[in-house]
Every structure is written in structure tokens, then in C-alpha cells.
């Protein structure tokens, strides 16, 4: 890869990229919000079944 063309590239990409407005933030972040709750549930569901089955031995 050439140095000077990935810095163009960097610069291109900084050029094209636009801060997102309210909305679009809070999209994202609920979207962020729900992803981890939904691993958070997922792994309590998997720990709480695991510690039921091995206290009923």
C-alpha cells in the first residue's frame, strides 16, 4: 500500500463525514441500548438456567 495514497484516502473519507444530527444519534443509541440489554438478558437467562440445573444435583 502506498503511504500517500491512504493519507489522501484518510482525508477524502474526514472531507465526506458529517457529525449526525439529534434524531439520528438517538437512533443509534437506542440501537446501541437495546444490543447490549438484549446480550445483558441472554446471559442472565444462560447463567440463572445453569445455576438452576446444578443446585438441583
Keep these: 500500500m502506498n503511504?500517500?495514497?491512504t493519507?489522501?484516502?484518510m482525508a477524502?473519507?474526514?472531507k465526506?463525514?458529517?457529525k449526525p444530527d439529534k434524531?439520528?444519534?438517538q437512533q443509534h443509541l437506542?440501537?446501541?441500548l437495546l444490543g447490549i440489554a438484549g446480550v445483558?438478558?441472554?446471559g442472565f437467562t444462560i447463567q440463572f438456567v445453569f445455576?438452576?440445573?446444578t443446585f438441583g444435583r
Excluded: C, F, H
Aim: glycine share 4%.
Design 40 to 42: 445483558g438478558i441472554i
Design 23 to 25: 434524531d439520528e444519534y
Design 51 to 53: 445455576s438452576v440445573i
Design 12 to 14: 477524502n473519507t474526514m
Design 30 to 32: 437506542r440501537l446501541v
Design 7 to 9: 493519507l489522501k484516502n
Design 16 to 18: 465526506m463525514a458529517k
Design 3 to 5: 503511504p500517500k495514497q
